[in-house]
């Protein structure tokens, strides 16, 4: 056994306590000038902080513990070999803390998203899939005004509607609704909004605002963003998104058929208004779009023309417009895609057709 002078710091403050350090072969014991035990140490716990190096002092530690002591006369770093076998296994500095920290990290990074991209999505599907069509389309109704309500300029929802332009939108619907098979009735209304956008709410609710109509240079624009939001209400993508955003005891009143607790249709509205559909889900509408299209014998070039003059719209006003809801994020795959599988070339409507439900809300023909 040997002694040794050091100096010793507990580690929860920042004094310094003159020690000796005696190093036997059962412990390592410290030890203040009055005699007092400071700390234990068994042997093979005993641990180098660093490796000393051009003399410095040897630091020494417990194990993972944060005391330690520091011997400035290195002169007895053979005994502490000898006496203790992992003293130069150096404790476990920054990077062996922190790899364990990382590699769990990488973990939980891996299983949210995993949770985030697969497995939500899944559950979502299917728990949309599980609400019956009767109850979505309940639920949609009882949230479109305040949809509509919260794109127009006042406070109250703004429904375009004039004789003839009612009649071209019903026509122009019925022509695209007859190629697909939806689980409920679908709506198709016109709201006054200076947002160039459509979009559809659960159960079949679409609303197209009325600066779409004034920005399509066509009625071919017009059948081809429709055919898109279709192609969404047959999939259920609506509903997708709210299942997945949606707390559970919401999801399951929604499922007994509860719609009257304002949270639920709250729930939908809040969602809505900040949707955004995955990739996935914008290829499959693409898809279906296509298909409406061709089947009703509509030339599908002017759903590509609408998203790509939509892309290089230079105007600010306009851009700011689409910031507030994009739910159609334009690429050039999907354009590509859906120029290569158009096979109709055939008008939406007239001419007359076309200038009534430009003018459904009450506006002049220029």
Sequence with gaps: MSDVAARYFDGESARQIDVVVQIGPQNVVVRDDAENVLAVWPPDEVRLVVKPVGGRPLQLAHGKGVARVVIADTSCQAALERLCPNLNKL???FREVWRPIALWTSVAAASAAFLFLVAI???AKQAAQSIPPE??????EAAVDQIARFFTVGDEAVYCSSPQGDVALSTLSQRLVSQVDLPYPLTIRVIESPIVNAFTLPGGQILV?????????GPEEVAGVLAHEIGHAVRRHPMEIFAAN??????????LGDISG????????????RAAYTRDAEREADADAVDILNGAGIDGA????????????EDSRLRDALAVI???????????????SITASGAAMSDAQWQALKNICGDEED
């Design 121 to 123: 999505p899944f559950a």
């Design 326 to 340: 994009n739910t159609h994020p334009p690429t050039d795959e999907r354009s590509e895609f859906v120029r290569k």
């Design 135 to 140: 109850i979505e389309a309940r639920l949609g």
């Design 91 to 93: 404790r476990p500095g």
């Design 302 to 313: 002017g759903f590509v023309d609408f998203f790509d003059r939509l892309l290089g719209e």
């Design 246 to 255: 949606a707390g559970s005891a919401t999801l399951i009143g929604l499922l």
């Design 262 to 273: 304002g949270s639920v249709v709250g729930a939908l509205v809040q969602f809505t208004v």
């Design 209 to 217: 605002f009325s600066e779409l109509l004034e920005f399509a240079d």
